[in-house]
């Protein structure tokens, strides 16, 4: 069976440090992989989504940035944090028809 | 893009009672799923219905496609049940990225 794993859980981390949120689906192949972020636990919104090796398209304009350098791995990331990038953080994957989410990676930025 | 929109906000019920959340959607869609949240954050999927009627235990959920909306019924409610319950859609051709409702708060009451 498939599971996706993230981590870390929790994350605390001061102003204008980087991040490095790492997500890993085990027991599939080439899915497409996405990542979001849920604010005030409510509404997900859509960061990143990959349909491949390499192959990064982001659904909104920030300072994150996120990379696929293995089928299976997909990665998220920032040079500076700011305080507006609190929040959970969930990355999915999907065989094309239904999503799976991760446990998430609770974030605060002090 | 896409309008999600779901009602209640938030509902309190005592357990035992029965409820119907209610997912209405702006555009034609070729994915909708229904997805419980819990109170450790965790995304559980319950239903891909973008047409049709699927009963799983307790829950069914109800997808009328040209009328553009979606219904889930939870039948004798249970504490376990609370959390939030979010529909997510896919509009045609978008490669199967979703767009999230704003949730609805579940509270059962023992």
């Known amino acids: 069976s498939q599971t996706i794993h993230q981590w870390p859980a929790t994350l605390v981390q001061p102003v204008g440090s980087p991040l490095s949120l790492e997500c890993t689906v085990e027991?599939?192949?080439?899915?497409?992989l996405y990542w979001y972020r849920q604010a005030a636990g409510r509404g997900l919104q859509l960061l990143f989504y990959?349909?491949?090796?390499?192959?990064i398209s982001s659904e909104v304009p920030q300072n994150l940035s996120a990379s696929r350098p293995q089928d299976r791995q997909f990665i998220l990331s920032s040079k500076k944090l700011l305080l507006s990038d609190s929040g959970f953080y969930l990355c999915?994957?999907?065989?094309?028809?239904?999503?799976?989410f991760g446990p998430g990676t609770r974030l605060l930025v002090l | 893009g896409i309008q999600v929109e779901q009602s209640p906000p938030d509902l309190i019920l005592q357990e035992g009672a029965n409820s119907t959340l209610r997912c209405n959607f702006s555009?034609?869609?070729?994915?909708l799923q229904w997805f419980h949240q819990n109170p450790w954050g965790q995304l559980i999927n319950l239903f891909y219905?973008?047409?049709g009627t699927k009963q799983n235990g307790r829950l069914s959920a109800t997808t009328v496609a040209t009328e553009r909306y979606s219904l889930l019924y939870i039948s004798s409610s249970q504490t376990t049940d609370s959390g939030v319950y979010f529909c997510?859609?896919?509009?045609?051709?978008?490669?199967?990225?979703?767009?999230f409702g704003g949730g609805t708060r579940l509270m059962v009451k023992p």
């Open positions: 999915a994957w999907s065989n094309g028809e239904t999503q799976y």
């Open positions: 027991g599939t192949s080439n899915p497409n």
């Open positions: 990959s349909v491949g090796i390499g192959q």
């Open positions: 555009d034609s869609v070729n994915n």
């Open positions: 219905i973008p047409s």
């Open positions: 997510a859609v896919e509009r045609h051709n978008a490669g199967n990225m979703l767009t």
